[in-house]
């Protein structure tokens, strides 16, 4: 029956509310909202076809991971042979695999088990394949060949690319840009959309560096200039200074002292006694004591810091450092210094990425769009509502007031998720709203075929609205179901035109079998109506 009690009309109308005044800060100036309080000031954020902004896709350097996990795999294969006091010669990479050959004398078979070790099933969504990490095969001669599988190399990609998509929003976020889209597209790429960043230049610098810290020593067993002329000890390599070290050549040792992976913070600073730009950083507890003991066996030989094989300071070590922390100078600009303790927080990339495509949008295309959205919008709601009220009199009053509280609350949710809205959002509103207006209409048919029947109003409205209960409600759920695999396959403005077509099929039977019903059963208990006035 229309019959409602109080208590969940008080619940109806209070969720409409709440709802609807999420969405009030959208309709006041910036300036405004920061002066209220923090879980006041969601709402929802313009995407970058509406705001404008720059729009970057970055391509994992496949070729990259490759390299490092075979360079992986023969470490490894030194490790279990040494442990196992196994000798070997040969230990190199050739091509896409790694060969080994077993001195004679030694007890090859023990030296398959031991490098069998290194082979492991692969783990998570792989596991039910049976394919290992890696293929080993015995030559003969004491000769073996260890090559990464293709599912292993495939699935480390994958690997290397969630932690690339971590690493880069981290590094976006300090910009402290708004709300910026990072999301994997296809198997090896990362779109990036920072809406309201008008000059990439800097943010192309911040995500086309590796950001991989090193702490080595320098080597004195040699001059670079010696060096240079193919002296270089097997253990050293030829490393240039960055341009705040005049591009220097050094000869750095290959054995890493320190990783930048103990880095726990980094901070720009200014130096005390000379007033220049520097980066403090600070390790964890592992870091800080390996740290302490590297400069404590060190004193007076000069320690690089390695960004990116670029060596960014080589000072020399003056006296332990036991804190756990200490700074980088390296003639920095205050903005080079500030970059540079952005790269060390979010850390380092597990491999280059390549720039394919880059595109800025202009703040006035965004403009446009949005000013003909708006009229669009205004033509088409008004033309609605008319030919609503037109058709069906008071009761199309009562569908056009859902109709907007059903809007409101649209923007509400969306301004709670803080979501970014874009032009397909946008059409995914307008068709919502098509939507509302459909399952209004459907109820006022079903309730004029019953006044037909003979019935009494207020059987009639009542018998209208659990009737079409059911065919909204299977036209409403195809709908989503399409909506959830839109969003789920769908990427960039595909899922945006989802998230806003879902939330509004939501807020649509709140309003159709709630909201509306409670109004019309307000009206029906107030004038007990001897006719169905539609």
Request: charged share 20%; net charge neutral.
């Amino acid at each position: 029956m229309l019959y409602i009690s109080r208590w969940k009309a008080a619940a109806i109308l209070l969720t409409a509310f709440v709802i609807c005044l999420t969405a009030t800060p959208n309709f006041f100036p910036d300036s405004t909202v920061k002066s209220w309080p923090k879980w006041a000031q969601r709402h929802i954020v313009l995407g970058l076809d509406l705001q404008g902004g720059s729009h970057i896709l970055l391509e994992v350097d496949s070729g990259a991971v490759r390299k490092e996990m075979l360079e992986t795999l023969r470490d490894d294969v030194r490790r279990v042979l040494r442990d196992a006091r196994i000798g070997y010669t040969g230990l190199n990479v050739r091509g896409t695999t790694v060969e080994v050959r077993i001195r004679e004398g030694s007890n090859s078979q023990q030296a398959a088990a031991k490098l069998r070790e290194l082979s492991q099933p692969l783990g998570g969504l792989l596991a039910a394949t049976g394919n290992r990490s890696v293929d080993i095969v015995d030559a003969g001669g004491g000769l073996f060949r260890l090559t990464p599988t293709e599912p292993a190399i495939v699935e480390r990609i994958r690997q290397a690319v969630d932690q690339s998509i971590q690493i880069v929003e981290r590094r976006v976020n300090e910009l402290g840009t708004v709300e910026p889209s990072i999301q994997r597209q296809g198997v090896d790429r990362i779109l990036v959309q920072v809406p309201g960043l008008q000059d990439p230049a800097r943010l192309k610098e911040l995500l086309g560096k590796t950001a991989k810290m090193t702490f080595r020593l320098v080597d004195q067993s040699t001059t670079p200039e010696e060096a240079a002329r193919g002296r270089v000890p097997p253990d050293s390599e030829i490393l240039r200074g960055s341009r705040g070290e005049g591009g220097a050549p050094y000869v750095i040792e290959k054995r890493i002292m320190v990783s930048g992976e103990d880095l726990t913070d980094a901070q720009p600073g200014f130096d005390q006694r000379t007033s220049e730009p520097i980066v403090t950083f600070r390790f964890n507890t592992r870091g800080g004591r390996r740290f302490a003991q590297v400069t404590q066996e060190n004193v007076g030989r000069p320690f690089a810091i390695v960004l990116d094989n670029e060596v960014i300071s080589a000072p020399v070590i003056r006296e332990p450092i036991l804190g756990g922390s200490g700074q980088i100078s390296g003639n920095f600009t205050v903005e080079q210094a500030n970059d540079l303790a952005i790269l060390l927080r979010a850390g380092a990339l597990p491999a280059p990425l390549t720039i394919i495509e880059e595109r800025t949008v202009g703040a006035g295309l965004g403009q446009d769009s949005i000013e003909k959205g708006k009229i669009a919008a205004y033509i088409g709601a008004a033309l609605v509502f008319i030919y609503i009220f037109a058709t069906y009199g008071l009761m199309g009053l009562i569908a056009n007031i859902a109709v907007i509280v059903n809007v409101l609350m649209i923007f509400g949710i969306l301004s709670a998720l803080n979501a970014t809205l874009t032009l397909p959002g946008i059409a995914g509103i307008v068709l919502t709203v098509g939507m509302a207006v459909d399952s209004n209409v459907l109820i006022y048919e079903r309730m004029r075929e019953e006044a037909r029947f003979g019935r009494t109003a207020i059987m009639a409205i009542d018998t209208g609205f659990s009737r079409a209960l059911g065919t909204i409600l299977d036209a409403n759920i195809t709908t989503l179901i399409a909506a959830i695999v839109l969003f789920f396959l769908g990427t960039g403005p595909v899922r945006g035109f989802a998230l806003t077509l879902s939330i509004g099929i939501f807020t649509t039977v709140f309003t159709a079998f709630t909201f509306t019903r409670l109004l019309i059963a307000i009206w029906v208990r107030w004038t007990r109506p001897a006719a169905v006035p539609v």
